[in-house]
């Protein structure tokens, strides 16, 4: 692994434990600033991580994507965020709310989150936003019961658009987090 590569995922690494993800939960008082919040009360809300390169893992982490085989019989519809945002808002939470269940029901699968941009900002930014996109989502799965260990996260940035057009409707599209479930 390049060193470029392991610093920008020590980077993000520590950003994500330092970082101000909360789960705040409305009988402790806390409530989302925008009214993102989930069933439960907790807000879901984006935070401060770098990231030079997509499509990474943790520090030594094996991919899954090397170690198990795609499943095919079920996939997800992505998750979709609004522009320059890692708010995973309201009427999104039932898409990460069936994955939970899935995962829930099958023990020998896991999860790949991927975060996408659209194409406007840097490559750079992108990623990060892209990152910040994926990790959330883990982080609201791992709130949801699902072991961390069972959960890897992947930015593409704009490197992978769901819709090629240069308007509002293709970069909403383009902005998203998707699923790709494994079998161990």
């Known amino acids: 692994m390049k060193f470029s590569t392991i610093m920008a995922v020590l980077a993000v690494a520590v950003a994500v434990a330092t970082s101000g993800c909360k789960y705040n939960k409305a009988a402790n008082g806390g409530s989302g600033a925008d ?5 439960e009360g ?5 935070s401060d991580i770098n990231a030079e390169e997509g499509d990474i893992g943790m520090a030594g982490e094996r991919r899954f994507e090397d170690m198990y085989t795609k499943c095919t019989d079920v996939a997800f519809d992505p998750v979709y965020f609004a522009f320059d945002s890692s708010v995973v808002p309201q009427d ?3 898409k990460v709310d069936s994955v939970t269940q899935h995962l829930n029901d099958r023990a020998d699968r896991v999860v790949v989150v991927e975060g996408h941009c659209d194409e406007r900002g840097s490559n750079e930014y992108n990623l990060a936003l892209g990152e910040n996109r994926s990790v959330i989502v883990r982080d609201y799965l791992v709130q949801s019961g699902i072991a961390a260990d069972r959960i890897q996260t992947r930015s593409f940035g704009e490197e992978k658009p769901a819709a090629d057009g240069h308007d509002e409707t293709s970069w909403a599209a383009n902005r ?5 479930i494994y079998q161990k």
């Open 42 to 46: 907790s807000d879901i809300s984006g």
């Open 176 to 180: 998203r987090a998707e699923f790709g």
């Open 35 to 39: 009214g993102d919040l989930s069933a």
């Open 92 to 94: 999104q939470l039932a």
